[in-house]
């Protein structure tokens, strides 16, 4: 992980509004999966494993639209294989400036992913008790350009990738209520 510009730290503007989709399906051996993807080198997330999303577009009816046609756009998840499950909590990021939607969703594999070479070096597909599982969570202090003193960034091992910040939020919050069965998967 490098400590690379945060951007919209310390920044007083408003939020810049994006959707996720958070995509889980069960695989042949009765397995739940995580559909993650790992963004290409350069920009502000280079190298970051996250959710397939982005921000919202001035074509985008809703936010679930945008993720939807994120997730289209990015890996090549049909829309009609996808059932939102819920909306799940919404939050702020504090490097980036970004009010992300996360939606939980059940999705049928599609038979390859279709990625968006530019944006996507690889779809990931861990299972939900690897990314539970304490041998595979670590942390960090890392110093970000902008940011007074080293923070701790928390983090989950995906094969030689870090999971960590928004996407890590995201699935640090929803994976109890998931193991719990609150939605049906």
Not at 31 to 38: A, F, H, I, P, S
Not at 160 to 180: D, E, F, Q, S, V
């Amino acid at each position: 992980m490098s400590a690379k510009s945060a951007g919209a730290i310390g920044s007083a503007r408003e939020p810049i509004d994006a959707a996720v989709l958070v995509p889980i399906y069960r695989d042949a051996a009765g397995e739940l999966r995580v559909v993650l993807l790992r963004r290409t080198a350069g920009g502000p997330h280079g190298g970051q494993i996250a959710f397939p999303g982005g921000k919202l577009d001035t074509t985008d009816p809703s936010l679930r639209d945008a993720a939807l046609r994120e997730a289209w756009e990015e890996i090549g998840l049909d829309p009609s294989a996808v059932e939102i499950l819920t909306p799940l909590d919404p939050f702020e990021t504090r490097a980036t400036g970004f009010r992300i939607y996360p939606f939980l969703a059940r999705v049928t594999r599609p038979e390859q992913w279709t990625i968006a070479e530019r944006e996507v070096a690889e779809v990931l597909e861990p299972r939900v008790r690897d990314l539970v599982d304490p041998a595979n969570r670590g942390h960090v202090m890392e110093r970000f350009e902008g940011w007074p003193a080293p923070i701790r960034i928390d983090y989950i091992y995906i094969g030689p990738h870090r999971l960590w910040g928004a996407t890590y939020k995201i699935l640090t919050a929803m994976l109890p209520r998931l193991l719990a069965g609150e939605w049906s998967v």
